[in-house]
């Protein structure tokens, strides 16, 4: 399968989705000639014409937009959304963001092997918050099982 990473997608996880993703093609917009600017009611028909069958974006407001909405529709390619919450930025939002897509694309693009017309796929962020990610252990005053403890020296 041949994915058009949009342009709002980091640069970065375009190299990583490629490691994951060997038997299938994937571009990112920033990296293709002259694609760099085009805005989303062209690039769907370009992608279209050019043999991608999947875009992946991180615009969630696309679907709200009436004439976006004509232009994936147009396409017929498949789209696939996730969500990069701005609010964490930095190493966290996009390590979140990465998170994201890594689970769930494998996923995705096995749902569109089967699919028999377009889908527009949401990925399921990954929470970035620390206390959904860690588990901190104190073991002065948790100590895990067999952890030594002053008493036994």
């Known amino acids: 399968m041949k994915l ?15 490691l994951l993703l060997k038997h299938h093609v994937v571009e990112h917009v920033a990296e293709l000639s002259g694609w760099a600017g085009t805005r989303d009611v062209d690039l769907y028909a370009r992608a279209a014409a050019d043999g991608f069958q ?5 615009d969630t407001k696309q679907l709200s937009r009436p004439l976006e909405v004509v232009a994936i529709a147009e396409s017929g390619l498949h789209r696939i959304e996730y969500r990069q919450n701005h609010k964490h930025g930095g190493l ?14 494998p996923h995705a693009l096995a749902e569109l092997d089967q699919a028999d017309s ?5 990925l399921n962020a990954v929470d970035p918050s ?4 860690l588990r901190i252990v104190d ?3 948790a100590p895990p099982k067999f952890w030594p403890t002053d008493s036994q020296g």
């Open 139 to 141: 073991p002065a005053s």
């Open 130 to 133: 620390q206390q959904s990610r």
């Open 4 to 18: 058009l990473l949009d342009e709002n997608v980091p640069l970065p996880m375009a190299r990583i989705v490629r």
């Open 118 to 122: 377009q889908r527009l796929i949401s």
């Open 54 to 58: 999947v875009v992946v974006t991180n």
């Open 92 to 105: 966290v939002g996009l390590g979140a963001a990465i998170a994201t897509v890594c689970a769930g694309l």
